[in-house]
């Protein structure tokens, strides 16, 4: 395989690009939107996109899952790490969630689990403040028991 | 008030024929793939004073808009890029972009001088010529399904490159064309070059905290915040001799994260409208009889630099590692003038209102828009098609 490679669109995001050892070539377009396009090249011009599929941030998790073979969906939080009853697991918020700031949600105070974490485009704010705002482009990281865990993903789905 | 009734009643029906007309007329060009911007400027042309179709269309509406429309076409350009962007762009291509410069605007500046346009004049032209319309390239890249290609992200850094240096030309032009002292425009620069290097520099560090500051949920909020803060800036750099198209860039640079996320989608509608009044108005000014005398330079003009385009693209998709098709195409996206060429030839001509520079910018902007985007959608074609013939040729 060759090594992917990586380009800047300025204004649009980013592409990566690279081709199989078979020589087919395929790509994808990360847009600063959180909209994902995976792109496939056409075999006798090596620079043209033949194939382009638009697909929001959960579909190409979804995706991108199911190329590595990773468990999809709801048994996923299986991979959550549990230490001493303490546990740690993430979750994209939802679509329909709309956009609110943590401090908004009064996520500790109501659940008892705090958020750690807020990866967007694959940047990682390590340390949300609670004027962070969180909409359907991010995956948040939460720390807590197991049950405050479940509290915190039930309120992305209720708000 | 029955009589300043009677007088808003012709206002709104002319302006509202006017924009409808435009409304039509953009329907039409989005049907067949065209940029609007060709359109508006007939529009403006057919009910010019000394045109067939005469119509008064709320001038005393139509000149303050048009001021807004190029703030609004600057600031929403610089909503588009972060400052990294924009260095990333001179990183990657810095020599494309030189190319670009020197083989795009000689020409407008040459022809300038042949015209007898004087100097300041001469270097409008220049700009006309050199900065391609990075609206209609990003619409035809999305359109064609162009975004992943591989020579997209040369295309990019082109347009990238030309609009960082528009950041530093305008005020220069607007200096000239003003025709102060040497030590004032040098002073205008100067204080232009440092705005713009201090907003590229601090954004890093300011453009989080701007952000907090201005975003607010309210969709009615932000929109009056962003636009009132946006105009302020323009009309202040305005004040100081550095342009106010140059200020409302250096506000959408300075705008990052969720209040620039926010705000582009509430301000894009606004600019149609007052861009679209800035292409009516520029039109408005043209002397029609100039236009049988422009048609001439203009076209002669666009071919050139139609020609010198192709070679900037196609040049620096080489250098990138692009195969024939995709130099060319890279080549072909590169043609298409637009807003920004108005943009400039309307300071030109609000400096010197009998410039020829209106109605030459306008029939070369309405030669390019529309041949630019055909040349790039049939190139592979016209490429596969001279090829063949060229190995026919050979055998």
């Not at chain 2, 409302?248 to 926010?262: K, M, N, P």
């Amino acid at each position: 395989m060759e090594e992917i490679r990586q380009s800047d669109l300025p204004g649009v995001g980013r592409c990566y690009e690279y081709a199989t050892a078979a020589g087919q070539r395929v790509g994808v377009v990360v847009r600063s939107s959180g909209r994902r396009d995976l792109v496939v090249y056409a075999e006798d011009d090596p620079d043209a996109v033949v194939e382009s599929v638009d697909m929001s941030l959960d579909e190409a998790q979804t995706l991108a899952a199911a190329l590595t073979d990773q468990p999809l969906g709801t048994a996923r939080a299986s991979l959550a790490a549990v230490i001493d009853g303490v546990a740690v697991d993430w979750r994209s918020v939802p679509e329909g969630f709309g956009s609110r700031t943590i401090g908004d949600l009064q996520i500790r105070s109501r659940t008892g689990a705090s958020v750690v974490a807020v990866v967007r485009d694959g940047e990682v704010d390590p340390a949300p403040a609670p004027d962070r705002v969180i909409d359907s482009r991010d995956t948040v990281v939460v720390l807590g028991t197991p049950d405050a865990i479940a509290d915190v993903f039930a309120l992305f789905e209720t708000g | 008030m029955i009589v300043a009734a009677g007088g808003d009643a012709l206002l709104l029906a002319e302006l509202g024929a006017v924009i409808l007309a435009c409304g039509l007329l953009a329907r039409l060009a989005g049907h067949l793939s065209l940029s609007p911007i060709p359109f508006y400027l007939l529009v403006g042309l057919l009910i010019n004073q000394s045109g067939p179709l005469h119509v008064d269309a709320g001038r005393d509406f139509i000149e303050p808009a048009a001021a807004i429309g190029v703030v609004l076409l600057l600031f929403t350009l610089g909503l588009e890029y972060t400052p990294t962007e924009l260095t990333v762009g001179l990183r990657t291509n810095g020599l494309g972009g030189l190319f670009d410069l020197v083989a795009n605007a000689t020409p407008g500046y040459l022809f300038g001088v042949l015209l007898g346009l004087d100097a300041p004049q001469s270097l409008a032209l220049a700009g006309v010529t050199y900065i391609s319309s990075s609206g209609i390239i990003a619409k035809l890249l999305g359109d064609l399904g162009r975004t992943g290609n591989r020579e997209t992200p040369v295309v990019l850094s082109i347009l990238v490159i030309e609009d960082l240096v528009m950041a530093f030309y305008l005020p220069l032009l607007a200096g000239l064309l003003a025709g102060g002292s040497a030590g004032s425009i040098v002073a205008s620069v100067s204080l232009a070059v440092a705005a713009v290097v201090v907003v590229l520099l601090g954004t890093v560090r300011v453009g989080p905290t701007l952000s907090r500051l201005v975003f607010t949920r309210s969709p009615e909020v932000l929109l009056l915040t962003v636009l009132g803060l946006t105009l302020l800036v323009a009309g202040a750099a305005e004040a100081l001799q550095v342009s106010a198209a140059v200020g409302a860039f250096l506000v959408g640079i300075a705008l990052s994260g969720e209040a620039a996320e926010r705000a582009e989608p509430l301000l894009m509608p606004l600019r149609d409208v007052f861009a679209a009044a800035f292409f009516l108005l520029f039109a408005l000014e043209i002397d029609l009889g100039a236009i049988p005398d422009a048609i001439g330079p203009a076209l002669s003009l666009a071919v050139l630099t139609a020609v010198t385009k192709v070679a900037t693209g196609w040049w620096s998709a080489r250098r990138a590692g692009i195969a024939t098709r995709g130099r060319w195409r890279a080549g072909t996206t590169l043609i298409a003038r637009g807003e920004f060429s108005i943009v400039i030839a309307g300071l030109a001509v609000l400096a010197d209102p009998d410039s020829e520079i209106g109605a030459i910018a306008a029939s070369y902007v309405l030669v390019l828009a529309l041949v630019g985007p055909l040349a790039t959608r049939f190139s592979d074609e016209l490429v596969a098609r001279f090829s063949r013939r060229r190995q026919v040729a050979v055998a």
